[in-house]
T-cell receptor, first 112, second 114 residues
């Protein structure tokens, strides 16, 4: 299996622009997680899905952030409008049942 | 509020010696703990885990110890190898909470020198 796939790997955008991050989980995994890593806050869970349904979005920082999972093989994390403080590395991870989570390589986002 | 803390941001150890990474937590409801390893430009990868019903779990060169009364866990790597140079994250979760809702520490950068 190719593992968790994230795109783009790097994104540079200007403040106010919309940013869409994409994730393809490992086939057969029924959990999908979005994390954000920053120097200040470390690695924090933003939202996660089970069988394409959002289970817990308490980590989503504000209404500018939204996530969707239209099917078992695709999820998006959208930031609209983006702000410089959103600059971070965003990880997607997937898991099956109650097994460990497998992380993607991350998307490094820079908002100018 | 950080409920999982790794107070040592970095650790340097000689090849062949033991690496000891520490992690403290504040929430007594956490009942499973994991260690992840992360190389630059890659996502974290699972290393080893432990349930609160155990005080030790071993997997090859990696051993995790859990001291529930002290709310402390540690990861021992013996012997340390150059390929172990990475950032190590401690994570904690509650089986009574939503599965997979992990809280991570800030990470410890390990450098193994020849």
């Amino acid at each position: 299996d190719a593992g968790v796939i994230q795109s783009p790997r790097h994104e540079v955008t200007e403040m106010g622009q919309e940013v869409t991050l994409r994730c393809k989980p490992i086939s057969g995994h029924d959990y999908l997680f979005w994390y954000r890593q920053t120097m200040m806050r470390g690695l924090e869970l933003l939202i996660y899905f089970n069988n394409n349904v959002p289970i817990d979005d308490s980590g989503m920082p504000e209404d500018r952030f939204s996530a969707k999972m239209p099917n078992a093989s695709f999820s998006t994390l959208k930031i609209q409008p983006s702000e410089p403080r959103d600059s971070a590395v965003y990880f997607c991870a997937s898991g099956q049942g109650e097994e460990t989570q497998y992380f993607g390589p991350g998307t490094r986002l820079l908002v100018l | 509020d950080q409920q999982v803390k790794q107070n040592s941001p970095s650790l340097s150890v000689q090849e062949g010696r033991i690496s000891i990474l520490n992690c403290d937590y504040t929430n007594s409801m956490f009942d499973y703990f994991l260690w992840y390893k992360k190389y630059p430009a890659e996502g974290p990868t699972f290393l080893i885990s432990i349930s609160s019903i155990k005080d030790k779990n071993e997997d090859g060169r990696f051993t995790v110890f859990l001291n529930k009364s002290a709310k402390h866990l540690s990861l021992h790597i013996v012997p340390s190898q150059p390929g172990d140079s990475a950032v190590y994250f401690c994570a904690a979760g509650m089986t009574t909470d939503s599965w997979g809702k992990l809280q991570f520490g800030a990470g410890t950068q390990v450098v193994v020198t020849p």
